[in-house]
T-cell receptor, first 113, second 113 residues
Framework: NAGVTQTPKFQVLKTGQSMTLQCAQDMNHEYMSWYRQDPGMGLRLIHYSVGAGITDQGEVPNGYNVSRSTTEDFPLRLLSAAPSQTSVYFC????????????FGPGTRLTVT | DAKTTQPPSMDCAEGRAANLPCNHSTISGNEYVYWYRQIHSQGPQYIIHGLKNNETNEMASLIITEDRKSSTLILPHATLRDTAVYYCIVRVKRRDSSYKLIFGSGTRLLVRP
């Protein structure tokens, strides 16, 4: 299994541009989520999904959209990038909403100028 | 939501036990304590979790006080590869029965040769 994969690894955007961060898992996990991590801080939850077709907001959802059309993929969209969205983004998955062990991807480092 | 408090940094000698403390004085009776670690800039890695009883696995031991207001993660024989940021996390149940992990700032553990 490849586990949780994320692309791209690095991205630089100009203010106002849009882009999609890709996340995929091959473990048939129902639950997937997106976090952002700012320097010196822990992770904050952006959006999550408990299964295909179901998404919900986390702590810091503003400026981000998600969709979950398949079990495997959970893309994160920035509609109009802002410098405040400069961060490292981690995608994570776990088998079900109750499962205790969560697997994280390697992260995408995004800079918005 | 329950919050955790950890020292910002600690160090220990290679081969010795590393004891990482965590306070979670506002934890509710059904909320689990989780520990994850993040090596350099990688995605966080699950270590261990517990509710009331002490727990041990191949990576670490978790000691939870009887009043559940604090816990200690023990790495019995720390190696240089254990140098990382360690997060003590409380798992909180949402209304849709899924769970969210509330990350704090973590403890940066440096294992010295």
């Amino acid at each position: 299994n490849a586990g949780v994969t994320q692309t791209p690894k690095f991205q630089v955007l100009k203010t106002g541009q849009s882009m999609t961060l890709q996340c995929a898992q091959d473990m048939n996990h129902e639950y997937m989520s997106w976090y952002r991590q700012d320097p010196g801080m822990g992770l904050r939850l952006i959006h999550y999904s408990v299964g295909a077709g179901i998404t919900d907001q986390g702590e810091v959802p503003n400026g981000y959209n998600v969709s979950r059309s398949t079990t495997e993929d959970f893309p994160l969209r920035l509609l109009s990038a802002a410098p405040s969205q400069t961060s490292v983004y981690f995608c994570a998955s776990r088998k079900t909403r109750e499962t205790y062990e969560q697997y994280f991807g390697p992260g995408t480092r995004l800079t918005v100028t | 939501d329950a919050k955790t408090t950890q020292p910002p940094s600690m160090d220990c000698a290679e081969g010795r036990a590393a004891n990482l403390p965590c306070n979670h004085s506002t934890i509710s009776g059904n909320e689990y304590v989780y520990w994850y670690r993040q090596i350099h800039s990688q995605g966080p890695q699950y270590i261990i979790h517990g509710l009331k009883n002490n727990e041990t696995n191949e990576m670490a031991s978790l000691i939870i006080t009887e009043d559940r207001k604090s816990s200690t993660l023990i790495l019995p024989h720390a190696t240089l590869r254990d140098t990382a940021v360690y997060y003590c996390i409380v798992r909180v149940k949402r209304r849709d029965s899924s769970y969210k992990l509330i990350f704090g700032s973590g403890t940066r553990l440096l294992v010295r040769p």
